[in-house]
Structures are given as structure tokens and as C-alpha cells.
């Protein structure tokens, strides 16, 4: 563990003679009061060390960087050499000293404060080697390898989701909806496309029977290959070219409100006269059957948009606020944007584990970001800061490559990332008329909050990491541009009350936005 250590002047004079203040009379009524034989530093985390001694210096400032404070701890002894000794009001003096000089210590929320007493020494000479004063403990700096190792454990949750499956085949669901279906329309009457073929045709064989081919054509009808069938016939180039000439339909095949590439069957009847060319039916790709289901050909075209599930799975995994709260809404989204910097990995797993279990036919656009590709902050520029990666599909592969890719592109972004870069990237890239599903961190507010001047979308903002209440830079966002949001257990659509209490936590609009009760 690498520390950092700080001495504190502790005058008790001082300390007594200031008035306590109430930020530090809450830190104190809302701490975690612990008792241990002798603290020991917790060797996960990289700490800052606010040592308290009767040196010279004054209490210096905490640096605030890239990674949040995960937790602080104020350390002192038990024992006490007089009675009338007042360690309580000595502890709020410390606390209020460390807030006076550190104010933005109380905006952050989102920390655990634990006041420790030691306990294993019983005389002043055996507590001057025992540690007192502050510890700040910071989340792991997360880089490119700490992502290689949570896409390593994506991977283990997705082999043991499969299993999962496997052992549960009679859950899978799968529901029909029948679709319109349209075969292509020739431009041309039998008679006309005879006509032209006569004139354009240069064989002089004295050939009389049937002749077949196959005219594969692109989505918009237009002949790319025609191929003529029979060996006794002499002149299969030459057919094959007049035919690939005057053959022509209004478009592809129509499925949905798509248009795709099919292949048309024929004969022409020899001499060539009157009806000679004659299209006999339709060769759909193997692609289009099995995604549409068209498991039999009729002179009417039959297609079905299909969607396969486990959702009766999903209440059995372990769920996280991603998947819940999809789960709870039901939203039909067109487009995903997600945040992939390092300590998200547990939201992703669980996207990923939603959209494995849901199998959607209709493709979905996504853009994951991991705020620049692990760029310096002094390099990151609103709405150019970079590291997104988009993609438009149904396959549940290619969305997990894609976001792995990603991940393994970046590392742990800054504490403030490019959110609204990615909302206004792939609104631009996808024009959603529906609703946008953004997945984002608590803890971390978007530095380019700007960008949403253009914004007019439809958007649902998941919260991960509220365990400790909701950033109110979030509530307020959504306040302003009519956002909604959602935690693990609540949707919360109705932000102008001036009061509201969300899972045990009160909020109360003032006039420059929501801040946080104490009670």
C-alpha cells in the first residue's frame, strides 16, 4: 500500500475555543463508532495519512483527484490520563478542522466516516506508538489491465449463465407476431419482356422446349446474376446477358417495412413468342427464412417477427440495477448508452446478462464509452474527449465484443466523464424517435453537460452505485430537461415537488437545486 503522511498541529486550546460547527456535529452523529485493539491500515486500498502530533505544520489540504474517497478514518486511544478528559469534543474539534480547511469533503455523499477507538494501551508512553488522526482511503486506479481482468470475469459470469441455460431449455419462450411480407413486382407483362428478349437475343438455334434460370436481385429489384439452367441448350451466355438486360422489378422483398435481396425462378419457352418469358416463384435467402420464420413457401409471402427468451430465467440470476430495473419498465429502447469505465463492470455484466436472457430479434443501437480511451485529463475536451464505440445489431455476440473492446480501450475515466458526448454521438448516429436508455454512475456527474442543448430525446438515466443516496447533481439534471430516473428499487418520473424521499433519503429543492436532509 502506498501512503501518504501528513502531521496535524493538534492545539487543544484552539481546537476547544472554536464553536463546533454542524457539518462536523453530523459527520460525527452519522459516523460508524468502532472499538479495536490497535488500527491497522487497510493494505487494499491506497490511503492518505493525516498523522496528528504536536509538530509545527498546519493541517494541509486533501487532494481530490481522478478517484473518489471510498471511506475516512479518524483513529485515536481509549485511554485518557483524566478523568475530565473530553475525547468527544476533541474528536469534533479534529473533524471540524479537517472540514474548515476541506469543505468539499461534505459535498461528497458518497463515503463511509468511522471514528475508531484503540484500546490495547493503558499509559501514555504505550499510546505514543499508536496511530492517531486521519485516513483517507481512495478507490483503485483503475488502467487498461484492471480491465483486461473484469472482462476475464464477464466472461466467467456469461459461461455460467450459459450453463444456467442449458440445464433450463424448457423455459425458453418464444412468441410470434405475424409481419407484412410483399414479393417483388415485375415492371414489365410477360408479353412486353418476350418482345424485348426477341430483339435483343442472338442465337439462331433452331431450339423448341423450355428453358430454366434463376435471377438473383438486389433490394431495389435490379438483376445482379442470372443463371440458365440445361445442358442441351447451346446458348446459356447469351440468354443469361439478354436476360440480366430486360428483366426488372419495383423492388427486393419486402419484410417488415424492409427490402431485401431475392432470387426470382423462370422459364422462357422456345421459339420465342407472345408469353415466352414467365417467372414461376421466389427463392428466399436461408437468412431471412430462419430470422422470419418462414418455414413454408405459399404464392402469398408469410413472415413472422420472432422473439425468443428465458425471461422466466431472469428472476433466478443475480440480478443488479441494470436488469431490475429493465425488468420493472419494459421499455422498448432504441438506443443504449452505457458507461464502461472500470468500476462499472458489475452494471455491464448485468446488461449483458439481460440482453442474453432476452434474445431480441430487433436490432438495438449501443454506445459504450470509457471517457477517452484512458487520455490525460489536461487532453480531454468537451464533446471531443472520445472513446466511443457504436454498434447497431440483434446479435448478442457482437454487443459484448464491442463493449469488451471498449473496456479494454480504456481504463477508469475521471471522476467527471463524457456522458452527453455518447448521448449526442449516437443520437446523431441513429436518430432514436423513442426512448434512450443511459446507464451512468452516481458517483460520477458528466463534465459535459452542455451538449444537451440540442437534446430533445426521451431519456431514462439507470443509476448504479446508490447504495448511499442520489448524487442531487443528478436530480437536478433531471429536473431541468425532464429526464427520469431509476435506482434499484424506484423510478423516479416526478421531480417538481419540492420534498422528496427516495429509499429512506429526503431531498429538498431549494432555490440553486435539490440538497440533501440530515434526518
Not at 478514518?73 to 479537517?98: H, M, N, W
Not at 496511530?131 to 483503475?142: A, L, R, S
Not at 480511451?373 to 447497431?392: A, S
Request: with cysteine; hydrophobic share 35%; aromatic share 14%.
Amino acid at each position: 500500500m502506498r501512503y501518504l503522511i501528513l502531521y496535524i498541529c493538534w492545539n487543544f486550546g484552539l481546537f476547544f475555543a472554536r464553536a463546533q460547527s454542524e457539518e462536523a456535529k453530523f459527520v460525527y452523529q452519522s459516523a460508524s463508532h468502532q472499538n479495536m485493539g490497535k488500527y491497522e491500515f487497510d493494505e487494499r486500498y491506497e490511503s492518505l495519512v493525516l498523522a496528528s502530533g504536536f509538530a509545527k505544520d498546519e493541517i494541509r489540504t486533501i487532494p481530490f483527484t481522478d478517484r473518489r474517497i471510498l471511506k475516512i478514518d479518524l483513529v485515536y486511544t481509549r485511554f485518557s490520563e483524566s478523568a475530565e478528559f473530553d475525547q468527544r469534543q476533541l474528536d469534533l474539534a479534529r473533524l471540524d478542522r479537517l472540514i474548515d480547511i476541506n469543505p468539499q469533503i461534505t459535498v461528497n455523499k458518497f463515503f463511509d466516516w468511522n471514528i475508531i477507538g484503540q484500546t490495547g494501551c493503558n499509559s501514555s508512553q504505550t499510546c505514543n506508538d499508536f496511530f492517531h488522526g486521519f485516513v483517507i482511503y481512495y478507490e483503485e486506479y483503475f488502467t487498461k489491465e484492471s480491465s483486461k481482468l473484469e472482462v476475464d470475469s464477464i466472461k466467467s459470469e456469461l459461461t455460467a449463465l450459459n450453463e444456467f441455460i442449458v440445464k433450463n431449455q424448457e423455459k425458453l419462450k418464444i412468441t410470434y407476431k405475424r409481419i407484412g411480407c410483399e414479393y417483388p413486382q415485375s415492371y414489365y407483362s410477360s408479353e412486353y419482356l418476350t418482345d424485348r428478349l426477341d430483339k435483343l437475343y442472338k442465337c439462331n438455334e433452331d431450339y423448341k422446349g423450355r428453358v430454366f434460370f434463376e435471377a438473383t436481385m438486389d433490394y431495389m429489384g435490379r438483376p445482379t446474376d442470372v443463371l440458365v439452367k440445361g445442358n442441351l441448350f447451346p446458348c446459356k451466355d447469351d440468354l443469361a446477358k439478354r436476360l440480366q438486360y430486360v428483366l426488372q422489378w419495383n423492388r427486393g422483398i419486402v419484410i417488415g417495412r424492409k427490402q431485401f435481396q431475392v432470387t426470382a425462378k423462370g422459364y422462357v419457352s422456345f421459339p420465342l413468342r407472345g408469353e415466352s418469358v414467365t417467372i414461376t416463384g421466389f427463392e428466399i435467402p436461408e437468412d431471412l427464412i430462419k430470422r422470419h420464420k418462414m418455414l413454408q413457401q405459399y404464392e402469398q409471402c408469410v413472415a413472422y417477427q420472432t422473439d425468443t427468451s428465458y425471461q422466466q430465467l431472469i428472476p433466478k440470476i443475480t440480478q443488479n440495477v441494470v436488469s431490475k430495473t429493465l425488468e420493472r419498465n419494459r421499455w422498448n429502447p432504441e438506443l443504449y448508452v452505457v458507461d464502461v469505465t472500470g468500476s462499472m463492470y458489475p452494471f455491464t455484466a448485468d446488461l449483458l446478462k439481460w440482453l442474453k436472457l432476452q434474445n431480441d430479434s430487433i436490432p438495438k443501437n449501443y454506445v459504450f464509452f470509457n471517457d477517452g480511451n484512458d487520455k490525460p485529463t489536461n487532453q480531454k475536451t468537451i464533446g471531443k474527449t472520445g472513446g466511443l464505440y457504436f454498434v447497431k445489431t440483434s446479435d448478442f455476440t457482437s454487443v459484448k465484443d464491442k463493449m469488451f473492446e471498449a473496456m479494454l480501450n480504456g481504463g477508469g475515466g475521471d471522476l467527471p466523464e463524457n456522458n452527453f458526448e455518447a448521448l449526442m454521438a449516437g443520437v446523431k448516429q441513429a436518430t432514436p424517435q423513442g426512448e434512450i436508455i443511459m446507464i451512468a454512475d452516481n458517483y460520477s456527474f458528466p463534465r459535459d453537460e452542455l451538449m444537451l442543448a440540442a437534446f430533445k430525446g426521451k431519456l431514462r438515466i439507470i443509476l448504479c452505485h446508490t447504495d448511499k443516496g442520489i448524487n442531487t447533481d443528478y436530480l437536478n439534471l433531471a429536473r431541468k430537461y425532464g429526464f427520469t430516473l431509476h435506482t434499484l428499487k424506484s423510478d423516479i418520473t416526478d421531480l417538481t415537488q419540492s420534498r422528496l424521499e427516495i429509499e429512506g433519503v429526503n431531498y429538498k429543492m431549494e432555490r440553486d437545486g435539490f440538497y440533501r436532509l440530515r434526518y
